[in-house]
């Protein structure tokens, strides 16, 4: 088992800056992937980013330029910085984990989420 524990989310400004925090614990592979996704009111969840324990790191289009994601290994936490945030980002977002590089058969592990609001 691997538990995910998600953490700095909360209510900014438009224009203002998080940065989310995904800690793993239990079964750590040392080859594995750990992302984020979102999902707002009424949408399906959608990938956000993800990073590999190699160093690979793959960042939806649409969020390019405006959120960054990295990891420290050694402490098995992945984080994801949003910058320029918009009404829009608002949403729940979840940290995810698949032992490997790719999860080709899915992820195997979630987070309870954090809610990320956008408001004026």
């Known amino acids: 088992q691997v538990q995910l524990v998600e953490s700095g989310g909360g209510l900014v400004q438009p224009g203002g800056s998080l940065r989310l925090s995904c800690a793993a614990s239990g079964r750590i592979v040392s080859r594995n992937t750990m992302g984020w996704h979102r999902q707002a009111p009424g949408k399906q969840r959608e990938l956000v980013a993800y990073?590999?324990?190699?160093?690979?790191?793959v960042l939806v289009d649409s969020m390019k330029g405006r959120f960054t994601i990295s990891t420290n290994n050694a402490k098995n936490t992945v984080y994801l910085q949003m910058n320029s945030l918009k009404p829009e980002d608002t949403a729940v977002y979840y940290c995810?984990?698949?032992?490997?590089?790719?999860?080709?058969?899915?992820?195997?592990?979630w987070g309870q989420g954090t809610q990320v609001t956008v408001s004026s």
């Open positions: 990073i590999t324990s190699g160093g690979t790191t």
């Open positions: 995810s984990y698949c032992s490997g590089y790719g999860c080709y058969d899915g992820w195997h592990y």
